[in-house]
């Protein structure tokens, strides 16, 4: 059972790695196909974390073996590689933010247009 937990989060570690050069690269649009990735594997982790901890409140003598040490010191560098990302996420988000309400305020303003004469079809001559 541990080492199945230890299987998704190395595979969850090598993708966080992928994220946090995308986000260092601001490739934002590679980021939506990634994170929908990561949601997917954290759903099949969860499942293991359940079974992980029922196994370490029965066995206490687990928590010592190499596999959760292992287990353990990738979930922590993960926990870390995500505080790093923050700032960085953070300043994406801002910049997003910011383009998204220039489009909102600039369709408010076309909605808002009306053009100054309408065509009748007569035709205009320059004498009276």
Known sequence: ????????????????VEIEQAVQNRSVDALPALCTHLDLLQEEA???DGKVLDLLRRRRDLKECAEMTELLAIMQRIEARNQQMM???R?????QRNELHTLQMG???LQGYRPGSQQTGRRISSSG
Request: net charge positive.
């Open 87 to 89: 700032p960085h996420i």
């Open 46 to 48: 969860k499942t293991c």
């Open 107 to 109: 369709n408010f303003v």
């Open 91 to 95: 300043s994406i988000m801002a910049v």
């Open 1 to 16: 059972m541990i080492g199945q937990a230890l299987d998704h989060y190395r595979v969850i570690d090598r993708l966080s």
